[in-house]
């Protein structure tokens, strides 16, 4: 059973950076697909960023190409999200996903696992 705990979540100025973390155990990621995923407040739980583990692909969409990059660090079994440049509208719970099926996804049902969440607050 894949379990994914995020951390590094909190309050920041608009403009400002935080990176925020994901920590996997459970499973052989060489062939997993990680996922970077935000809900706000009345809203649908949105994708952010992917990252497929064994090459380090990486794959965003426009809203926060050139200001979000997801990483790996293989030998700690963690994923990260460096957010730079934060709005206001970047304000949500960011949850880490685990996909356990071949190539990059972007929809909430094509990801097996999640994480509880951290939440990210940038201020004006």
């Known amino acids: 059973q894949v379990q994914l705990v995020e951390s590094g979540g909190g309050l920041v100025q608009a403009g400002g950076s935080l990176r925020i973390s994901c920590a996997a155990s459970g499973g052989t990621f060489s062939s997993y697909n990680m996922g970077w995923f935000r809900q706000a407040p009345g809203k649908e739980r949105e994708f952010v960023a992917a990252?497929?583990?064994?090459?380090?692909?990486?794959y965003y969409p426009d809203s926060v190409k050139g200001r979000f990059t997801i990483s790996r660090e293989k030998v700690k079994n963690t994923v990260y999200l460096q957010m730079n440049s934060l709005k206001p509208e970047d304000t949500a719970v960011y949850y880490c996903?685990?996909?356990?099926?071949?190539?990059?996804?972007?929809?909430?049902?094509?990801?097996?696992?999640w994480g509880q969440g951290t939440q990210v607050t940038v201020s004006t």
């Open positions: 996903a685990a996909r356990g099926g071949p190539g990059i996804a972007t929809m909430t049902n094509e990801y097996n696992s």
């Open positions: 990252i497929r583990w064994s090459s380090g692909f990486t």
